[in-house]
Nanobody, 124 residues
Framework: QVQLVESGGGLVQAGGSLRLSCAAS????????MGWLRQAPGEEREFVAA????????YYADSVKGRFTISRDNAKNTVSLQMNSLKPEDTAIYYC?????????????????WGQGTQVTVSS
């Protein structure tokens, strides 16, 4: 099992930036593909971004492509999500997630472990 703890959420105006971080412990981090999911009130959980175990390949939802960047540091067991040009529709609880699966067109259901989440609120 892997334990995931997110940090970095908050309130920001539209057009602003936030950086989310996730600290992982437990299972061998460098063997896991990592991702970020989000869930807005009344909506289903959705995939946001993912990165392979080596960091060599990244995936993004169309809605965040060009604005969000996922990265990882296997030496520190952390994964981050840099969010720029934030929009009110980005408002959601953001979850760090992990999977031992090889990623190919990832969806949120590919991730079997996730943290408690961190709230991101973007005001207009």
């Amino acid at each position: 099992q892997v334990q995931l703890v997110e940090s970095g959420g908050g309130l920001v105006q539209a057009g602003g930036s936030l950086r989310l971080s996730c600290a992982a412990s437990g299972r061998t981090f460098s063997r896991l593909s990592m991702g970020w999911l989000r869930q807005a009130p009344g909506e289903e959980r959705e995939f946001v971004a993912a990165i392979t175990w080596s960091g060599g390949k990244t995936y993004y939802a169309d809605s965040v492509k060009g604005r969000f960047t996922i990265s990882r540091d296997n030496a520190k067991n952390t994964v981050s999500l840099q969010m720029n040009s934030l929009k009110p529709e980005d408002t959601a609880i953001y979850y760090c997630a992990a999977t031992p699966l090889l990623l190919n067109s990832p969806e949120w259901t590919d991730f079997g472990s996730w943290g408690q989440g961190t709230q991101v609120t973007v005001s207009s």
